[in-house]
């Protein structure tokens, strides 16, 4: 079956910009996260969405960061005024409710220039 | 606060050798580990959790609470093992924290 997918899959953007990244998890996956991936740092968490319970935001890095879960499906990643810092691969994963296993998306690689 | 730590960024050794990925946690709580696996332009995966204690492409790991420590073992590394493993520990019944990463090279 389909898995997670993300677009677009690169992104080139300039400082300042604000750009909206998308994921479109496995369908029936109450659960959905976001990770950023970046050179050296491993995975970072940034939020997740389960339901329609408030999502954790914990991992976002700043308030120019939000994302948001429409009709439990689809999630959109926001940055607003990126910065150079910004630049990395965003990764999107999707899992049944409380299940261990996290199904993730091919990336969307985002460069600031 | 918890953490994952993978003490080696890169790994290499020729094919056949046996190949040990690090992984040390700290977690208050009862952890529960797991390895995802990225082979080159592909997607992250999972290559195996501690709980089930299965052998996963000939890989296996082991947790040991009184080192904390949770390492990758394969007796006889192969070329296509060549990939970027991450270490994860799952502190709720949800969050992932990882390590980050070990890039693993099987020469041939």
């Known amino acids: 079956g389909a898995g997670v997918s993300q677009s677009p899959s690169n992104k080139v953007t300039e400082k300042g910009k604000d750009v909206e990244l998308r994921c479109d998890p496995i369908s029936g996956h109450t659960a959905l996260y976001w990770y950023r991936q970046s050179l050296g740092q491993g995975l970072e968490f940034l939020i997740y969405f389960q339901g329609n319970s408030a999502p954790d935001k914990s991992g976002l890095p700043s308030d120019r960061f939000s994302a948001e879960r429409t009709g439990g499906s689809v999630s959109t990643l926001t940055i607003q005024r990126t910065q150079q810092e910004d630049s990395a691969v965003y990764l999107c994963?999707?899992?049944?409710?409380?299940?261990?296993?996290?199904?993730f998306g091919p990336g969307t690689r985002l460069t600031v220039t | 606060a918890q953490r994952v730590t993978q003490p080696e960024k890169l790994l290499s050794v020729f094919k056949g050798a046996p190949v040990e990925l690090k992984c040390n946690y700290s977690y208050s709580g009862s952890p529960e580990l797991f390895w995802y696996v990225q082979y080159s332009r592909q997607r992250l995966q999972l290559l195996l959790r501690?709980?089930s204690r299965e052998s996963i492409k000939g890989f296996t790991a082991d947790l040991n609470k009184g080192e904390t420590s949770f390492h990758l073992k394969k007796p006889f590394a192969q070329e296509e093992d060549s990939a970027m493993y991450y270490c994860?520990?799952?502190?709720?019944?949800?969050?992932?924290?990882f390590g980050k990463g070990t890039l693993l090279t099987v020469n041939p």
């Open positions: 994860a520990l799952r502190i709720s019944n949800y969050k992932l924290t």
């Open positions: 501690h709980i």
């Open positions: 994963a999707s899992s049944l409710a409380g299940d261990y296993e996290q199904y």
